[in-house]
């Protein structure tokens, strides 16, 4: 089971800036496919950017040039810029086993944003603008 723990939440005014952290303590290099998702009460889970095993990236159009996802060999990261009072949100990460989804001729471009093909969740951490 792998555990993913989710830092850097917080109070910011609109315009401002906040970085977001996802680590999956215990490893020393983490290869899943990954992306973030954010959900606000009432409301669907929507991914807002993904990262895969090599680093390809994919971002939802409403924060598409403020927002960057990255990685390193442990952590995912997620800066985002110019943020909105619509940004605030429940801010979760999300992981899968590239195979898992090789296995299943599961496309990460056309796929990244469905969050019923992910395996592993954080706890979350609040954004609020």
């Known amino acids: 089971q792998v555990q993913l723990v989710e830092s850097g939440g917080g109070l910011v005014q609109p315009g401002g800036s906040l970085r977001l952290s996802c680590a999956a303590p215990?490893?020393?290099?983490?290869?899943?496919?990954m992306a973030w998702f954010r959900q606000t009460p009432g409301k669907e889970r929507e991914g807002v950017a993904g990262i895969d095993s090599d680093g390809e990236t994919r971002y939802v159009a409403s924060v598409e040039g403020r927002f960057t996802i990255s990685r390193d060999s442990t952590k995912m990261y997620l800066q985002m810029d110019s943020l909105k009072p619509e940004d605030s949100a429940m801010y979760y990460c999300?992981?899968?086993?590239?195979?898992?989804?090789?296995?299943?001729?599961?496309?990460?471009?056309?796929?990244?944003?469905?969050?019923?093909?992910?395996?592993?969740w954080g706890q979350g951490t609040q954004v609020t603008v």
């Open positions: 999300a992981a899968v086993e590239p195979m898992t989804w090789t296995l299943r001729g599961i496309d990460f471009a056309g796929s990244w944003r469905r969050k019923e093909e992910y395996s592993y």
């Open positions: 215990g490893y020393t290099y983490f290869s899943y496919n």
